[in-house]
Every structure is written in structure tokens, then in C-alpha cells.
């Protein structure tokens, strides 16, 4: 099921907004995707965490996936507590848990270690302080390369920006320490839906750090691969990472995080106040500072995908007429003047007490929400596999003041 076709169904309309929505159907159709080029490539697939943490839907990933992937000490602790099957280590269905840090400190590493199959250090001054301790527990240990090359639009969030700290690139020094790793990750894609861009990268990897990789026996290449896509050429991914696989003698990872759960979450608000100033603007109960953060950082626009009850609409935000004097601005209800959704040309104006739904709000949402201005957080609610509806986790002012002191 596709996120444009989700309809506020009668279940729902009497549940306090704001709320995101997860759909688990959605959430599957996507872990099918991740199974198949599992299956054709050989690589193994872990959520990144940091991307998607919402533990309240792991039952339905788990089938699909090999484990999780963590940026910090929390994220592997949950990683290992909620999608591990760690009750039996000879489970040959374990799930693995991978721990990587931008910077591991000297008194989170023994708990670190405590949740992780396998740990990735950033920096080779990283690994030199905490490998003794992964290698006396016979935890396979990785180093982040950093290959200087990406497919990333924004320089935020681009691994190979100059000046990185994420990974080391120098060829000499990685090869001075091979005798203490077996593996490598490198992550420098963001929602590449390019797979001749993808291939190329690789490539450049390959020339760049060939003679290592085939030292090495796994090699993770991060998340950001946008494979999720229907036009996207599944196959050709699958071979390329299966020839990958074969040249070097490597097991690949992947680390999905937006591609497990793309087109799988709506925000669901409603109006709460009408304007007019050159243009029709609308305030909703949520905000984009708060709740949908990566809006503001890539200054982009949320997809409606619905208006109302009755009536769904779908904007693609590229078919917006930003001149439009009859276009609607809804805004977020933060006091920050910058706080927009987006500009949309709606078939009616909005009216106090509408329901307006916002598309991809699952990934990079409700890992990042926080309390600015004390708007209340919304709700967690998740639409099961069954149909039914789990309002899975309600925040209030006690948890609001309890963040602050
Ligand atoms: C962010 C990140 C991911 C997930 O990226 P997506 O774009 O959400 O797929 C995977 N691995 C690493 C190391 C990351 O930093």
C-alpha cells in the first residue's frame, strides 16, 4: 500500500491530533523489497536506528531483516534489546547488532561492547583506544573508511564534505592497521535514487581502496541508497553488490534506514487557525521545528496526503504554483516565522477544524522531535498489519517537564 492512498478512516477521526501515523502494511512492502535484494545480492540488511527507532513496529521488521545499525550507545542498546532475539545465542536466526559511533568515550565502551556483534570505530586513534577490549571479547572489529567521494545534494549531510571527521581516507594508515579489523563501513549516499550514481561511486571506492577491501571480510556500505523507488533497477543493485561481494571475498551490509520505512508515516494535524496575507495561510497543532525537522534543515515541503476525512487530495510538491495568490501556506504552530510545511494549491480552502496529513513522516521524524515552545508532542499511533489501530504512545506535560529538569 502506498502512502497516497491512505485514508483517515473512521477509526482514526476520533483520536486527538497531532499524531504520526505508521502503517505497518506500508512498513512491509518495503521490508520485501530489502528481502529480495538480500536474496539476489547475498548482502545482509540492518535498520539504522537512527533514521527509525519507533520500536512499537520491530515485530513486522524483524522477519525482513539481519539486525540494526547505531550511531551511539542508546541506539545499540535498543538495537539489542528490541530487535535482537538475544535470548539464544545458537539461534541461527540472531539478529546481529552493530555498534559505530562518531566518537565512542572511554566510560560508555564496556556497555557498548556488552550489546554489539560487531563494532565500527570512526578514527584509527579511536580503534587504537578501545580495540584491546573488543578483541579480548572476540567481537570482530571495523574502521570507518572515508572514500572523499558522495552522493549527497546537502553539504550537512555530506560524509566526503571537506574537513570530514566521518571515517579515515588516508590508503597507508588504514593499511597499518588491517591486523586489527576485519571489516570496513563506508556511508556516502543520501536518497540516491541514481543506481548508474551509485555504481560509479562504487567504483571510485573500489580504485580508491581495492587492495584493502580484498584483505578484509566484510565491508558495510551504509544507508542512503534510495532502492525503495519503483523505477528503481533492483537487479542491477543486486548484481552489482553481489559481483562486489565475490571480487573482494566480502560479506556486503547494508544499512537502510529511509528505505525501510519510506512512504510509511503521516503526521496527522489539524487547522487550528485561518489567515490571509497576500496569500491563504492556515496554522495546524503540530510544528516542523518540533515534529518534521528535517523540513526546516533541507528547507523542503511536506506532501499532503490527505485533506479531511472525505476528501483526499494528493499535492505532489513539485506541481505547486508557488505564485499562486489563491495557494495556502500552512504553517506550523511554533513561534518560529519560518515554520512551514508548505505551500499547496488546494481544490477548498482550509477551515478551522480540518484534518491535514502529511506524508513521509516516518523516517528522521520521531528520532529527532523535541519541546520548542512546549507544543505537545504527537502521538505515536500504528495502523497493525490486521487493520486495527494502537495508539501506541501519548506524550503530556509531565514528560515535557521532565525532559527539562
Ligand atoms: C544515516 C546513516 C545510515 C542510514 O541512512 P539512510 O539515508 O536513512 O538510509 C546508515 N549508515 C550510516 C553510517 C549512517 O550515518
Redesign the pocket.
Known amino acids: 500500500m502506498n502512502v497516497e492512498n491512505t485514508v483517515i478512516t473512521s477509526d482514526l477521526s476520533s483520536l486527538p491530533t497531532p499524531y504520526y501515523l505508521l502503517d505497518e502494511t506500508a512498513i512491509v512492502a518495503n521490508m520485501q523489497i530489502i528481502a529480495r535484494l538480500c536474496e539476489l545480492s547475498g548482502a545482509k540488511a540492518l535498520l539504522?536506528l537512527?533514521?527509525f527507532a519507533t520500536w512499537g513496529v520491530f515485530d513486522v521488521m524483524q522477519p525482513y531483516l539481519h539486525g540494526t545499525?547505531s550511531?551511539s550507545l542508546n541506539e545499540v542498546r535498543l538495537g539489542y534489546e528490541t530487535f535482537g532475539n538475544n535470548s539464544d545465542a545458537n539461534n541461527s536466526d540472531k539478529k546481529e547488532t552493530h555498534a559505530?559511533s562518531v566518537a565512542y568515550s572511554a566510560d560508555e565502551i564496556d556497555e557498548v561492547l556488552s550489546y554489539a556483534d560487531k563494532i565500527i570505530f570512526n578514527s584509527i586513534s579511536q580503534l587504537h583506544a578501545f580495540k584491546d577490549k573488543a578483541h579480548a571479547q572476540d567481537i570482530p572489529v571495523g574502521l570507518r573508511l572515508n572514500p572523499k567521494t558522495s552522493n549527497s545534494s546537502f553539504i550537512i549531510a555530506d560524509p566526503a564534505r571537506p574537513f570530514s571527521r566521518l571515517g579515515e581516507h588516508d590508503k597507508d594508515k588504514i593499511a597499518a592497521v588491517l591486523g586489527d579489523i576485519t571489516g570496513v563501513?563506508i556511508?556516502n549516499?543520501?536518497?540516491n535514487d541514481s543506481f548508474e550514481a551509485f555504481s560509479a561511486s562504487l567504483a571510485d571506492i573500489e580504485d580508491r581502496f581495492g587492495d584493502i577491501l580484498a584483505q578484509l571480510e566484510w565491508v558495510s556500505l551504509?544507508?542512503?541508497?534510495h532502492f525503495i523507488a519503483p523505477s528503481y533497477p533492483l537487479e542491477k543493485l543486486a548484481d552489482r553488490l553481489k559481483g562486489f561481494s565475490e571480487k573482494y571475498g566480502v560479506q556486503v551490509y547494508l544499512?537502510?534506514?529511509?528505505?525501510s520505512i519510506h512512504g510509511a508515516g503521516t503526521l496527522v494535524t489539524t487547522v487550528l487557525d485561518t489567515m490571509h496575507n497576500d496569500k491563504n495561510l492556515a496554522v495546524v497543532d503540530a510544528s516542523i521545528e518540533a515534529h518534521m525537522l528535517d523540513l526546516l534543515i533541507y528547507r523542503e515541503s511536506a506532501p499532503i496526503t490527505s485533506v479531511n476525512a472525505e476528501s483526499v487530495e494528493v499535492l505532489p510538491v513539485e506541481q505547486v504554483q508557488q505564485d499562486a495568490a489563491d495557494n495556502t501556506i500552512i504553517y506550523g504552530r511554533s513561534c518560529l516565522a519560518g515554520d512551514i510545511f508548505g505551500e499547496y494549491a488546494l481544490a477548498h480552502e482550509l477551515q478551522v477544524g480540518d484534518t491535514v496529513a502529511f506524508g513521509n513522516a516516518a523516517?528522521y521524524t520521531m528520532v529527532k522531535k523535541n519541546w520548542f515552545n512546549g507544543v505537545n508532542m504527537p502521538a505515536i499511533v500504528i495502523r497493525r498489519l490486521d487493520g486495527s489501530i494502537d495508539v501506541q504512545r501519548e506524550f503530556d506535560y509531565q514528560d515535557y517537564k521532565a525532559s527539562l529538569s
Open positions: 539504522a537512527k533514521c545499525t550511531s559505530y563501513m556511508h549516499n543520501c536518497e551504509g544507508g542512503g541508497i544499512e537502510p534506514g529511509e528505505a523516517g
